[in-house]
């Protein structure tokens, strides 16, 4: 045991006690069992508190990296300490695939399920619906199982749970067979130009991620990721909506090497290789050097959500480094941004300086408040206390689940009372 630090992007100290490394399920049963406050700690990717206590932080990183494939189900267990890039890769030597990944296969599969993390794709969930059981240790340290098929409605309620329901040690996850996808790159989209064709735009492959900086009226970058084998996508040499081929490999923030990004240029290959924007073993994103926020909105309120950030470019443009649009279609899970509504994420990767950054968040939410967009879960915002209680309608029933399994709050802490359950 040791005192943890920070976070991945140093914005965040830990105020926890201890740090705990289990390695073995029965260790952290027993931790669990004799903590006053308790939480889990996945990749340590998040930019808020969210993982935060004031006791007990256990550390799912050197849990065992089980990985058991049930050819009949067509699922797959995972262990909690197991991140994207490994899961992707071993279900890609078997011939099984997930849905969808998120831009970063860094992240930890339980970390990334628990807050509703998503990747892009008009008709693609976020990564939390693919799960169709989970096990976790709760406050007295029993080990309970939960799954879609034995455990009612609350099953909805526990899959994006941000960890107050207890541990997760394991996940199950849907999977299919495997596919290839081609990415294209394209750039110089005008704004005009995604305004009057939003749907196509995001319709043009299986998953499109749309870049902007914010320095002109323009769409700097469109990823398209085609699947092999199904409906052809939109664009070519001649163009894409006004846009244009890349005639090269391209990063999301130009200032970073191309040889971190997934292989582009039209050249096919395995679904783990190119659903993600960057590769295992590069830096993601901005190597680490900044900040994120985002806000899914009803997709429908896209391009007037973009005419109401308008006037705000010359604050926004200092302090981005890239502004990304996704779409996620909707699900069940109650504390999902998409929970029964199409979403539009506007992910935000900014410059590391919190003092220059929460004020234009804050202006940004202003703009967004009217649409309904909610934050993500493990991203910064500015939202006061209370605030997103209002906006989930499903709140009242995750705090009263919460309290089933947890009544003494012993997995709350300041992040959840005040955004979740309150009190």
Not at 291 to 318: C, D, K, M, N, S
Request: glycine share 10%; proline share 7%; charged share 20%.
């Amino acid at each position: 045991m040791n005192r943890p630090t920070t976070n991945w992007a140093g914005n965040v100290g830990f105020a926890a006690e201890r740090l705990h490394h289990p390695s073995t399920v029965a260790e952290v049963q027993a931790v669990a069992a004799r903590a006053e406050r308790a939480r889990a700690l996945g990749s340590g990717h998040s930019f808020n508190a969210v993982a935060d206590t004031s006791g007990d932080l256990v550390s799912l990183a050197r849990l065992p990296r089980t990985m058991e494939l049930d050819t009949a189900a067509g699922t797959v267990q995972v262990g909690a300490g197991v991140r994207y890039a490994e899961l992707a890769q071993w279900l890609q030597e078997r011939g099984r695939a997930l849905h969808n990944l998120g831009s970063l296969p860094h992240i930890s599969v339980a970390g990334s399920v628990a807050t509703a993390t998503h990747g892009s794709g008009d008709a693609n969930g976020n990564l939390a619906t693919a799960v169709e059981a989970l096990e976790l240790v709760t406050a007295e340290g029993d080990l309970v199982s939960l799954s879609r098929a034995e455990s009612g409605p609350d099953f909805d309620g526990a899959v994006v749970a941000l960890g107050a329901l207890g541990i997760v040690t394991s996940m199950t996850l849907r999977t299919e067979p495997d596919f290839d996808v081609a990415q294209s790159v394209y750039e110089g989209l005008p704004l005009e130009s995604l305004e009057e064709n939003f749907d196509a735009i995001t319709g043009a492959a299986y998953s499109v991620s749309l870049f902007t900086r914010w320095r002109g009226p323009v769409v700097d970058q469109v990823w398209l990721k085609h699947r092999v084998g199904g409906a052809p996508p939109a664009g070519g040499a001649g163009g894409l909506f006004g846009a244009r081929p890349a005639n090269g490999p391209r990063h999301p923030v130009p200032e970073m090497s191309t040889e971190h990004s997934t292989e582009q240029m039209g050249v096919a290959g395995p679904w783990s290789e190119r659903l993600p924007h960057f590769r295992p073993g590069s830096p993601p994103s901005s190597a680490g050097e900044e900040l994120q926020a985002e806000y899914l909105l009803p997709r429908g309120a896209a391009v007037a959500a973009l005419r109401a950030l308008e006037p705000l470019r010359e604050r926004i443009a200092p302090v981005v480094q890239v502004h990304e649009i996704r779409t996620v279609a909707a699900d069940g899970l109650w504390l999902s941004p998409s929970y029964r509504r199409d979403t539009v994420g506007f992910h935000f990767t900014l410059v590391p300086d919190a003092a220059a950054v929460l004020p234009v968040l804050e202006l940004i939410e202003g703009r967004l408040a009217p649409f309904g967009a909610l934050p993500h879960w493990g991203k910064l915002f500015t939202a006061p206390i209370g605030r997103l209680r209002e906006r989930y309608s499903r709140m009242d029933d995750f705090a009263a689940l919460a309290r089933r399994f947890d009544p003494r709050g012993k997995f709350a802490n300041a992040f959840l009372r005040e955004h979740v359950l309150g009190g």
